[in-house]
């Protein structure tokens, strides 16, 4: 079973509210993500403001056209420059070897501001006075003269330029006369020419006289050293001591040999010589001579062996035996005869070889000191000889360099050419009248666009639905269209009228709804028709600031609700500013202030403004400054008798922010409607209205935009639509 509702409250929460006691917070919802502003929003901030925009843009393009028409013609003439960089600098030597270096950007970078230089533009503006003229009369003084003199100068007007990729320099000048530009753009490349080669010949000229003074010091030393050589060549009296050195090198070689050859075989004699001295047969057998000793001792041994047999034979008195010892002693004899001869003869070879021995080693120190001499000789006589030579080969060398030196210097290189002379132009480069409509367009379009869009965003008042359910999270019920020339179109209700008068009217009593009574159906059916949950029975209209349409809101919401035939209860709450009376013409000296002073019934105060439509009002009544103080205690509980007579009862209370009536309002109704002005109303107000509503747990229905415009936001399309649908004939749709 559906638990009965009191006052389109639940009994739990009615109570809670009787009482005074705080209600339970209900559970948070977790915020959604910021959505990001649709493109739609940009494009409708260009359709608004299309008028604008394009006023701006021709304004500036019309402007730019007349300021371009009124402004001296300049005129730009070109000279090209050719670059060869395959041409050697010179014709001789090294020079004219030379093959172009990988470093066309750095050489054709070097050109251009040697172009720009002040050695280059000197001579152009001698002759053509340019640097006056750019700079104009006033400065001509004789102090401001003097120190220009001085200064390097600096074309303005001059530009030079490489095309990518090539090896062309385009040097240009601007002007007011057009063969001036000519003329001035000629004489800078002649100029540059001219310093190129002057340059290039002073550098000649300059390593020249260098090399000249360095070639006399040569000079003198290649003589010195010439000089050196004769004289010691005449000191060595040898014309190349170098074959005499390896002359004398062979032959000491030669004699160390011999030497050491001596020495063995003198080593040999004093062995042999040593043995012989001894005296024994067999050393001296052992000699050198010992052959004919060694027949000898044959002979002899061959003589005793026939001795031995003829005194075996024989015996000692025969003849045979005499015979044979003769042999034997004349063998004996010559044996030693011999013996002395070969001491002799070893003593004499030994000495011999000591001589020899001596000799040689005489002969080797002799020729060794000489050796020594002359490699000390060759040594020197090759410096000093090498010396002479180097200094005559450097000589010719600088001969050689001076003279093609002065030749090169004489070549006039034609690595630098001029490709294309300047001619007088025929059309001006400066103003570019399409080019400066074009960017005037350009600029002019994109600095409109942009001070629509940031007018839009710097914009801080509420205008669109969608801007306020993204940025204050609370829902729009609607959207009021604003009236023109409210105040004389919007008149009283009487009670002979048709219970219409507060909207425009056309002087019929059966008229066609208007745009504004359309919205204000559409918001009190968003209000009613969206409370699934519970019936709203009192309702509460306030806004942030004064002047927002609240209360006319409140009047246009009761009037078609109770257009409806639902009995409805308009009180007007605004007990500092009332006007509820004034819309409908009633006295105001009861109201809702009696009610909360004085304890006058409440239905005593209630005023039907036209019989026939189930609409009372209960009128704010007179100035009491003690009746906002009853407001709390009073008015819950108004409102909970008033919920059971009537289907709905609406409250216009006053602003919320800096009046605390609204505060206790806010939490004896079921839902509050926050009314703002669009395109007036500041969003930060609004946002702490919605706070403070939600600080105080009221039941916030929506927001209702006022005095809305169709250009205030694409969401507002549908305006313009009501007057011509009901314009159509009948039958069509």
């Known amino acids: 079973m559906i638990e009965e509702k009191v006052n389109g409250k639940p009994p739990a929460i009615a109570a809670v509210r009787r009482v005074g006691l705080p209600l339970p917070e209900p559970p948070r919802e977790p915020e959604p993500a910021e959505p990001a502003v649709p493109l739609s929003q940009y494009l409708w901030i260009l359709k608004r403001h299309r008028w604008r925009i394009l006023g701006a843009v021709a304004t500036c393009v019309i402007g730019t056209a007349?300021?371009?028409?009124?402004?001296?013609?300049?005129?730009?003439?070109?000279a090209t420059i050719d670059i060869d960089r395959s041409v050697p600098p010179g014709i001789l030597g090294q020079e004219a070897l030379q093959s172009a270096i990988n470093d066309a950007d750095q050489f054709m970078a070097t050109q251009v501001k040697l172009i720009q230089s002040d050695s280059v533009l000197r001579p152009v503006d001698r002759q053509f006075n340019l640097r006056k003229r750019e700079a104009g009369e006033k400065d001509s003084g004789p102090l401001r003269t003097a120190e220009a003199e001085g200064a390097p100068v600096v074309l303005k007007q001059l530009k030079v330029t490489r095309p990518p990729n090539t090896y062309l320099l385009l040097v240009k000048y601007r002007s007011l006369d057009r063969q001036e530009a000519a003329d001035v753009a000629n004489a800078t490349v002649r100029s540059y020419l001219e310093h190129t080669y002057r340059i290039r010949y002073q550098a000649a000229a300059d390593l020249s006289q260098f090399m000249e003074r360095q070639l006399e010091e040569l000079r003198a030393k290649m003589e010195r050293s010439s000089a050196a050589l004769a004289h010691f060549e005449r000191d060595l009296n040898v014309i190349n001591p170098e074959e005499r050195t390896n002359i004398v090198s062979a032959r000491l070689l030669q004699l160390n040999t011999e030497y050491t050859s001596a020495q063995a075989e003198r080593m040999k004699r004093e062995t042999a010589f040593n043995s012989v001295k001894?005296?024994?047969?067999?050393?001296?057998?052992i000699s050198s001579q010992g052959g004919d000793l060694e027949k000898l001792t044959e002979a002899l041994n061959e003589s005793r062996r026939r001795f031995v047999d003829a005194q075996t034979h024989y015996g000692d008195n025969h003849p045979e035996y005499r015979k044979a010892l003769a042999q034997v002693t004349e063998a004996e004899r010559a044996i030693e005869e011999t013996r002395g001869s070969i001491a002799q003869r070893v003593e004499i070879e030994y000495h011999q070889a000591v001589e020899r021995e001596s000799m040689l080693r005489t002969a080797v120190s002799e020729t060794k000191a000489e050796f020594d001499r002359l490699n000390a000789g060759s040594f020197e006589y090759q410096t000093v000889k090498r010396e002479a030579e180097t200094d005559k080969k450097l000589y010719e060398e600088l001969v050689r360099k001076i003279k093609e030196a002065g030749i090169n210097a004489s070549f006039q290189n034609s690595s630098i050419r001029i490709a294309d002379l300047a001619r007088p132009p025929l059309k001006p480069v400066f103003p570019d009248m399409p080019l400066n409509l074009t960017l005037a367009f350009l600029f002019s379009t994109l600095l409109a666009i942009g001070a629509a869009v940031v007018n839009d965003v710097l914009d801080n008042t509420v205008r669109d639905p969608e801007q306020v359910r993204r940025t204050m999270k609370i829902a729009v019920v609607g959207s009021l269209p604003v009236i023109k020339n409210w105040r004389g179109q919007l008149r009283p209700v009487s009670s002979q009228g048709n219970g219409m008068g507060l909207a425009p009217?056309?002087?019929?009593?059966?008229?066609?709804?208007?745009?504004?009574?359309?919205?204000?159906?559409?918001?009190?059916?968003s209000i009613l028709l969206t409370a699934f949950d519970r019936r709203l029975r009192s309702l509460l209209l306030t806004s942030a600031s004064p002047s927002e349409g609240k209360s006319t809101v409140a009047v246009h919401l009761a009037m078609t609700h109770a257009g409806q035939r639902r009995r409805t209860l308009l009180i007007d709450g605004d007990l500092r500013r009332p006007s509820i009376h004034k819309f409908f013409d009633i006295p105001n000296n009861l109201g809702l202030s009696k009610v909360l002073v004085n304890d006058l019934p409440w239905r005593e105060a209630l005023v039907q403004p036209k019989p026939g439509l189930d609409l009372y009002v209960l009128p704010a009544g007179?100035?009491?400054?003690?009746?906002?103080?009853?407001?709390?205690?009073?008015?819950?509980?108004?409102?909970?008798?008033?919920?059971?007579?009537?289907?709905?009862?609406?409250?216009?209370?006053?602003?919320?922010?800096?009046?605390?009536?609204?505060?206790?309002?806010?939490a004896a109704v079921d839902g509050v409607i926050v009314v703002t002005r669009a395109g007036q109303t500041n969003r930060t107000a609004v946002a702490s209205v919605v706070a403070t509503l939600a600080d105080l747990r009221a039941s916030v229905v929506g927001l209702v935009l006022n005095e809305v415009r169709k250009d205030m936001s694409h969401s507002y399309y549908y305006y313009g639509h009501y007057e011509k649908y009901y314009k159509q004939p009948q039958g069509e749709n």
């Open 622 to 666: 007179p100035s009491s400054p003690r009746a906002a103080d009853q407001i709390g205690s009073v008015l819950p509980q108004l409102l909970e008798e008033a919920a059971l007579e009537f289907d709905l009862v609406i409250l216009d209370a006053p602003p919320l922010l800096g009046f605390p009536e609204p505060l206790e309002m806010a």
């Open 66 to 78: 007349i300021v371009s028409a009124r402004l001296t013609p300049v005129y730009e003439a070109t």
């Open 505 to 525: 009217v056309n002087g019929s009593a059966e008229r066609d709804p208007s745009p504004f009574d359309e919205a204000i159906r559409t918001v009190r059916n």
């Open 278 to 285: 001894l005296g024994t047969l067999a050393a001296a057998q």
